[in-house]
């Protein structure tokens, strides 16, 4: 089939479970911890939400004015946050997805302060009281604080960042870079991490596409452009 979608399949007995149609190319995913909800942006700026269990869609709406590069839910599922090509990053409540139908939900908050596209997002582990991470193409790392809707800093780097990765201590983000750098920041200095020089870990010789840690964060795998991995 040519149309755009999602299929679903069961790890439990390997079989094929159902596949959930879309009128636009999705660029992001992002699923609840606790399994009940898919979240996919779209590449004219809509956010789907769809049921896991029964592949029905709950809402669609227009979340952004450009594509949807990356989405994620916070840990207990209460609120869904949304980066964009537009540089916006935006945080919707799952109640107010669900009760304001079937008009369109405001975001909870709505931050301007990247100037070109977010490309990645992580999020700590304290429901709406959790800090956000973002990375972006205009070469800064910003933090933010969901509770206060404030952010807290802003590091520059010497190249574009592609993608990241928290520990689940949150006690270290690594950053992958345009220029084929891996970066490790410290968050166990929160009081001045904006004047922090973020340690080089090690270099591939073009853009750094994915990255991801081990279960216990002693080892670190990363992989660029031309597909090879460290």
């Known amino acids: 089939c040519n149309k755009p979608g999602i299929e679903i ?12 149609s879309t009128n636009d190319q999705l660029k992001a995913l992002a699923i609840s911890k606790d399994g009940e909800y898919l979240a996919g942006g779209s590449d004219n700026g809509k956010l789907y939400v769809w049921q896991v269990n029964s592949g029905y869609l709950l809402r669609c709406w227009r979340a952004h004015f ?7 839910f916070t840990d207990d599922g209460a609120a869904l946050i949304s980066g964009s090509d537009d540089s916006l990053l ?3 409540l799952l109640y107010d997805i669900f009760a304001c139908f ?3 939900p405001k975001p909870y908050v ?3 302060q ?8 992580a999020i700590g582990m304290s429901g709406m009281l959790s800090t ?4 972006s193409l205009d070469r800064t790392l910003k933090i933010w604080d969901l509770a206060s809707k404030h952010m807290l800093y802003s590091i520059d780097f010497p190249s574009y960042l592609t993608c990241m990765i928290l ?3 949150e006690t270290f983000l690594i950053i992958g870079a345009g220029n084929g750098l891996l970066y490790k920041i410290d968050l166990l200095s929160k009081s001045n991490i904006d004047q922090i020089e973020p340690i080089i870990l090690k270099k591939h010789e073009c853009e750094i596409i994915s990255i991801d840690l081990s279960f216990n964060s002693t080892l670190l795998v990363s992989s660029d452009i031309n597909g090879y991995n460290h």
Do not use: E, V
């Open 114 to 121: 990247h100037s070109l596209k977010i490309t990645d997002i």
């Open 110 to 112: 709505s931050w301007s």
């Open 66 to 72: 450009k594509a949807i590069s990356t989405i994620q």
């Open 102 to 104: 079937p008009a369109a």
């Open 9 to 20: 399949f069961s790890l439990k007995n390997s079989s094929y479970k159902m596949r959930c």
């Open 90 to 92: 935006r945080t919707w």
């Open 132 to 135: 956000i991470y973002t990375i």
């Open 167 to 169: 520990d689940p201590a």
